[in-house]
């Protein structure tokens, strides 16, 4: 499929994997930009491909929502880092 070649090549040009994880929306406007094809359906279609194919590693958030990363060599599973630590901030004001 010739969108899910510009995507990958376009996102490997622009280290898109540095970004970290990321809402659906995000890649929309990304796939969007990259096809100049504005239909809703198809865009999440090929997305979709492309999480399947391992392209992007899904991560359900603590919100019930999903974030993606994308993944540039799907053939290394990574697994999500996930951060749980909760800091606190002191502040003190003299």
Known sequence: MD????IIGYMKHKNAENRGFLKYGYFKKLIIYILDFHKDYYIRKIFLKMVKKGYFIKHNNEEKTF???FNPNPEIKIEPEINNKKESITLTFD
């Open 3 to 6: 969108a899910m070649n510009s």
């Open 67 to 69: 974030r993606y990363k």
